[in-house]
């Protein structure tokens, strides 16, 4: 855990330099498994996916792992008038059980998210974890399971078949949903013939789930987990890196150990195979599982993100460290030797300030053009001897992404520019 931890500050140093907004977001280790993983995501109106964070503290997930304030424990079920419902159909992978979610129409919500009142929307990464079996690939399920068994039904001759092989419908409601709902559900034209497309041979099995789960998506102003204010906001973007803590999730079956040094050594007594015998052989009493974990960070989409997300109507904004070079020298016709002296005093080392990667364009080509062109590459550091070169003898220096431009003295270039560049 100790190096999952020191990973981790890698990966946050890492975009720290990149000087991007960023989102490390607890997410879902999938089928990697382990228990514990972070996504690093850079807010993209173009993004795949959905990250989960709160405008009054640090809770920050991804949408398959976010969880309303208790979505994840039971709720005293609703009691009192009926409520208008409606229904989300999931179907499992090997389409014997369809889920029948029953939600609210709408649910009441926070100033803070806009509205009053919302359309309820099913979580269905809640469902799946649930229900594991879940296929969220199927979007037409019920569709789906009334043509599998109405075609093949799995009985002809009244013989009642194991429940592993009967198709089953499972009946699940959300805690908004008070008993006079359910009741009205499960009595209505609408509940009891569901599946009447059926064929009437078809040996069913109706399962009512009555835990008191919020089965609704969490939503703009819920309430946070973490916290408890209604600050949820939700945001496309982009993943740059994820980070995965395995732990002995497969050293346990690989049979991985190694010798622990004795200052190190954990008590192993307590572990038991699955049948309920001890693991701890004589010979392993000094042994530890390896404890391992898998870290990854998309290069070539870092590329795309940053300039999505840095870019203006002016062009690209690249950051200091992705830059092609710190700074651009850009001069009209008449200062082109002053310009070339510009560069000598950037690009030589001297005590006490690093070298500035600076470009000078001497193309045979009017300063306009020469501003815009350096706007649509992205320099960090534009620096421009124009007309007020000529009348003041100064430089002007444009720093885009802080919105400066200033009139600077050729000898305090370097201190300047060096400050400048410290914070893009």
């Known amino acids: 855990m100790e190096t999952y931890t020191l990973a981790r500050k890698a990966y946050d140093a890492f975009f720290d330099e990149l000087r991007i907004p960023y989102i490390v977001a607890e997410a879902d280790s999938g089928s990697i498994g382990g228990n514990l993983s972070h996504e690093y995501h850079v807010p993209s109106s173009s993004g795949e996916d959905t990250v989960i964070s709160c405008g009054s503290c640090t809770y920050a997930a991804n949408e398959e792992l976010a969880k309303t304030q208790s979505t994840m424990s039971e709720h005293r079920r609703f009691l009192g008038d009926f409520v208008p419902y409606r229904s989300w159909f999931g179907i499992s992978k090997d389409r ?42 199927i979007e037409h399920a019920l569709s789906i399971f009334i043509n599998r068994w109405k075609d093949n039904p799995p009985s002809k001759d009244g013989q009642k078949l194991e429940s592993s092989s009967r198709p089953r419908l499972v009946r699940i409601y959300d805690y908004r949903i008070p008993v006079s709902s359910m009741d009205h559900h499960q009595n209505s034209i609408g509940g009891r013939n569901l599946l009447q497309e059926l064929s009437s041979d078809v040996d069913l099995e109706i399962v009512v789930d009555r835990s008191s789960f919020d089965l609704a998506k969490i939503q703009e102003g819920d309430g946070c987990p973490k916290c408890g204010s209604k600050s949820i906001r939700l945001q496309q973007a982009v993943e740059l890196g994820h980070t995965f803590y395995l732990g002995d999730r497969y050293s346990r079956p690989l049979g991985a150990k190694f010798i622990t040094p004795p200052a190190q050594q954990i008590d192993q007594t307590s572990l038991v195979t699955p049948g309920g015998e001890s693991e701890l052989r004589q010979d392993d009493k000094d042994k530890s599982w390896f404890q391992m974990g898998c870290h990854g960070i998309g290069i070539s989409r870092i590329i795309g993100a940053v300039a999505d997300a840095l870019a203006d109507r002016h062009g690209l904004l690249w950051p200091r460290v992705m830059a092609p070079f710190e700074a651009a020298i850009l001069a009209n016709e008449d200062h082109k030797v002053a310009a070339e002296s510009v560069w000598d005093v950037l690009t030589r080392y001297e005590p006490g300030f690093d070298p500035v990667d600076a470009i000078l364009d001497d193309r045979d080509r009017g300063l306009g053009w020469k501003l815009k062109d350096a706007d649509l590459i992205g320099f960090p550091v534009v620096i421009i001897l124009g007309s007020t070169y000529s009348k003041e003898g100064v430089c002007e220096v444009s720093v885009r992404r802080l919105g400066s431009r200033e009139k600077v003295a050729t000898k305090s270039l370097r201190e300047y520019i060096a400050r400048k560049l410290a914070v893009i």
């Open 96 to 137: 014997t059980q369809l889920l029948e979610i029953v939600l609210p129409r709408h649910i009441g919500s926070d100033a803070a998210a806009g509205s009053e009142n919302r359309k309820a929307r099913v979580n269905p990464y809640l469902v799946k974890h649930l229900y594991p079996h879940l296929d969220l690939s």
